[in-house]
């Protein structure tokens, strides 16, 4: 449920950054919701105090919890100390993050689509091997969602009340729909068609992938494996190298140790880069310079304390940054949302008119209220 509507709020803030982005000095677009609070809302205020709250849960406090899920796989599967595992981050992230956006998006591109490929591949491989227990996965998921199994316990509102904050919580992480920090890349981004819808499109498509396809394929192979125990603690990343290790052996939990790490390392930049270009919106892009080496260096000691900290500290921090990021945000896009649909309208008059490709054009001045609001730079051309 969270994915579904997470589809809608991830279209309107993603349409939204495309059409209030702004060029900059090194060619890469910047925008999200700290710019279209401001030019949409004229709320330059509550556009500094999302941006506040993005650095907090981004570049510090979701940094903590990509870093410790690489050290608990690297533990798992290779025995390896977690302040180790802390110290080799840094010295791989440094390079990186002073490198600047372009390093990012290299990165990123390259490794993240074969790793959830393969990821993919290797959870329907054993949901087929496994269908005919499939269904009753499923119905478990379920039943425990909405309460059916604590009923006859008499704690069926704990349950679902529980069901509810955990899934909705983990689901927005997986998502990050409505929370704000992925418009932050959809304005960098250089649709095809150039027509802000479309990045709206490519938001949802994202949102479908990573909640409703990975994590339901995730949680099938735990539920599949049979490693589920209710009077033991289990928790993070160990639990789905667990399941993995039932059908495929010890490689199982080697595979998942590098796919997170490739998965978790390039969100670490990803977070990164969030923060930077909301510290640029603060200060501004020539004032900035002195507050980006501060917060490197910050990033990089909370990658560290993150690898050795504990998994519920850690997710604490993260879940009230991310509230109050997400609050924020959504009002914002609740009120702007007439602006997103009418973009929408406007692609879908012109896919109607037969136009395909570059035939297709996003000219502000279409709009009454984007006319004065949106930056003329960024879409001439």
């Not at 500094?48 to 979701?62: E, K, M, N, P, R």
């Not at 009923?151 to 679902?160: F, L, N, R, T």
């Not at 501060?294 to 909370?302: E, P």
Request: hydrophobic share 55%; proline share 3%.
């Amino acid at each position: 449920m969270t994915a579904i509507v997470g589809m809608s709020t991830s279209f309107i803030e993603s349409t939204l950054a495309q059409a209030y982005k702004v060029p900059h000095n090194d060619n890469v677009y910047r925008g999200g919701p700290a710019y279209y609070i401001e030019k949409g809302l004229g709320q330059r205020w509550l556009a500094i105090f999302f941006s506040l709250c993005l650095l907090v849960a981004f570049g510090l406090a979701f940094n903590g919890v990509q870093s410790n899920t690489i050290a608990q796989a690297t533990n798992e599967a290779f025995g390896v100390p977690t302040w180790m595992t802390g110290l080799v981050l840094v010295v791989l992230v440094a390079p990186v993050v002073f490198g600047g956006l372009r390093s990012v998006a290299r990165i990123a591109g390259k490794i993240v689509p074969v790793m959830a490929i393969l990821y993919i591949l290797l959870a329907l491989f054993i949901i087929v091997t496994n269908f005919s227990q499939f269904p009753a996965a499923i119905v478990l998921i379920v039943k425990s969602a909405f309460g059916f199994e604590q009923a006859a316990g008499g704690v069926i509102g704990y349950g679902i009340a529980q069901a509810m904050i955990n899934g909705i919580k983990r689901g927005l992480f997986s998502n990050e729909a409505g929370m704000g920090s992925a418009p932050n890349a959809a304005a960098t981004a250089k649709s095809h068609p150039d027509h802000p819808a479309v990045q709206g499109f490519m938001q949802m498509l994202g949102v479908f992938m990573d909640t409703l396809v990975i994590c339901t394929a995730t949680a099938s192979i735990i539920i599949l494996s049979g490693v589920v125990d209710p009077s033991v603690e289990q928790e993070g990343i160990q639990l789905t190298q667990l399941a993995l290790s039932q059908y495929v052996g010890d490689m199982g939990v080697i595979f998942v140790a590098i796919a997170i790490f490739f998965f978790s390392f390039t969100s670490i930049i990803a977070n990164y880069s969030y923060g930077e270009s909301n510290l640029e919106f603060i200060s501004g892009a020539k004032n900035a310079k002195v507050m980006i080496m501060i917060f490197r260096f910050m990033v990089l000691g909370m990658v560290f304390v993150g690898a050795i900290a504990s998994l519920p500290a850690i997710w604490n921090f993260a879940d009230l940054s991310m509230g109050l990021m997400a609050l924020v945000n959504l009002v914002a896009i609740l009120i702007l949302s007439p602006v997103a649909l009418r973009i929408l309208r406007d692609y879908e008059r012109q896919i109607k008119e037969g136009k395909t490709g570059d035939q297709i054009k996003f000219n502000p001045d279409d709009f009454v209220k984007l006319k004065n609001e949106a930056n003329r730079d960024a879409w001439t051309d």
